[in-house]
């Protein structure tokens, strides 16, 4: 059974930072490419983040670029998202995916966790 499961989210003041962690049991780790999304209330699920596995190329939405970083750290199953200079429309709950491409379908998704930047 695939496991996704995401930790890390919390209230952060604008200016902040935080790190999501990701950990993934179930399946090879290595196969995959990992891809961060978020969806604020009333929005559409927007994908922010992704590591690609057969370079290890990142991609950032235009929003998140500068800001976040993705990175994994494949013996521990695991991938993070550093999010630094957040801002109020940062705003919403992240989930992890494992993915065969970046720009393909989810595989295996977590349920998120809650991050929310106000002062």
């Known amino acids: 059974e695939v496991h996704v499961v995401e930790s890390g989210g919390g209230l952060v003041q604008p200016g902040g930072s935080l790190r999501l962690s990701c950990t993934v049991s179930?399946?090879?780790?290595?196969?995959?490419?990992i891809r961060w999304f978020r969806q604020a209330p009333g929005k559409e699920r927007e994908g922010v983040a992704c590591?690609?596995?057969?370079?290890?190329?990142?991609i950032y939405a235009d929003s998140v670029k500068g800001r976040f970083t993705i990175s994994r750290d494949n013996p521990k199953s695991m991938a993070y998202l550093q999010m630094n200079s957040l801002k109020p429309e940062d705003t919403a709950v992240y989930s992890c995916?494992?993915?065969?491409?970046?720009?393909?379908?989810?595989?295996?998704w977590g349920q998120g966790t809650q991050v929310t930047v106000s002062s």
């Open positions: 995916a494992v993915a065969l491409f970046c720009d393909g379908p989810r595989s295996y």
């Open positions: 179930g399946v090879t780790f290595d196969d995959f490419s």
């Open positions: 590591l690609r596995r057969s370079d290890g190329r990142t």
